[in-house]
C-alpha cells in the first residue's frame, strides 16, 4: 500500500494550522524553562502534563485528522475504551509518589514520564475522533465520546485529590525546592487546581463536542468535522 492515498488532497498548510501549533506548543514546554522549574515545583509541572494531553495532544490529532484522514476511518471503537484506561493507567501510574519524585529528579524518567504521557493523549484524541466521526451504529460511535468523558472523570478525581489534599503527598515537595512564594501543600493544591480547570474541561469540552457531532447523525464527513465548521449548513438543506 503506498501512502499517497492516505493524504488528503486539501491538507494545505493553512489547513494544518493544529498541526503546526501542536508542535509549537510541545517545543514551548519541553525546550523552554518548564522541564528545569518542575524539578521544583509541582505546579509548573502539572503546567507540562496538561499542556501536553489536554491541549498539544488534540490539537496534533486534529491536524494529523486533516493531513491524513484514511487513518481516521474504522478506528474499532474498543480503541476509544482501551485508549481511556490506557491513559488513566499512565497518569495515575506517573502521579503514584514512588514514580512522581523518582521522575522529578531524574532526567530518564522524566523524559519517560513525559513521552508516555503524549503517546497516551494521542492515542486518546485519536481514536475517540475516529470513532465519533465514523459511520456505523450509534452505540459504536459513541464509544470515542464515552474514552473523552472518562478521561475527563478520572482527571477531575485525581485533580480534587491534589487540590484537597491536607499534607503534601509527595517527598519531593520537601527533598526538591519547592516554588519559593508556596508552601508544599499550595504548590500541589495549584496543581491540582491546573489539572481540574485545563485537564478536565478538555475532555469534558471534546466529549461533549463529539456527543453533538454523533446524535446530529449519520457521518461520513472527515473526522475533524466534529470539532470544525459546524454552523455551515449541509448540501441540498436551506441555509
Known amino acids: 500500500m503506498t501512502v499517497a492515498p492516505l493524504l488528503s488532497p486539501s491538507a494545505s498548510p493553512l489547513r494544518l494550522w493544529p498541526l503546526f501549533l501542536g508542535l ?7 525546550l523552554g524553562p518548564l522541564p528545569e522549574r518542575a524539578r521544583g515545583s509541582f505546579a509548573a509541572h502539572m503546567v507540562m502534563h496538561m499542556g501536553i494531553v489536554a491541549v498539544a495532544a488534540p490539537l496534533l490529532v486534529l491536524g494529523l485528522s486533516r493531513l491524513w484522514p484514511a487513518l481516521f476511518r474504522g478506528i474499532p471503537p474498543q480503541w476509544a475504551l482501551a485508549a481511556s484506561f490506557a491513559e488513566f ?11 512522581h519524585d523518582s521522575a522529578r529528579v531524574s532526567t530518564p524518567l522524566l523524559l519517560a514520564e513525559q513521552a508516555s504521557f503524549l503517546l497516551a493523549g494521542l492515542f486518546v484524541w485519536m481514536t475517540a475522533l475516529g470513532t465519533a466521526s465514523n459511520g456505523g451504529a450509534l452505540a459504536a460511535r459513541a ?6 468523558l472518562v478521561t475527563s472523570m478520572h482527571m477531575t478525581l485525581l485533580g480534587a485529590l491534589l487540590l484537597f ?7 519531593c515537595a520537601d527533598l526538591c525546592a519547592p516554588a519559593a512564594s508556596m508552601t508544599p501543600v499550595e504548590d500541589q493544591a495549584l496543581g491540582g487546581a491546573i489539572m481540574l480547570a485545563v485537564g478536565g474541561i478538555s ?10 457531532s454523533v446524535l446530529r447523525g449519520p457521518s461520513g ?8 465548521d459546524r454552523g455551515t449548513p449541509k448540501p441540498g438543506m436551506a441555509a
Open 24 to 30: 509549537g506548543l510541545l517545543a514551548a514546554l519541553w
Open 221 to 228: 464527513r472527515e473526522p475533524e468535522a466534529a470539532f470544525a
Open 203 to 212: 475532555y469534558l469540552a471534546g466529549g461533549l463536542i463529539l456527543l453533538a
Open 165 to 171: 489534599s491536607p499534607r503534601p503527598l509527595y517527598a
Open 89 to 99: 493507567a499512565v497518569v495515575w501510574g506517573w502521579h503514584a509518589p514512588a514514580l
Open 143 to 148: 464509544a470515542g465520546v464515552a474514552a473523552l
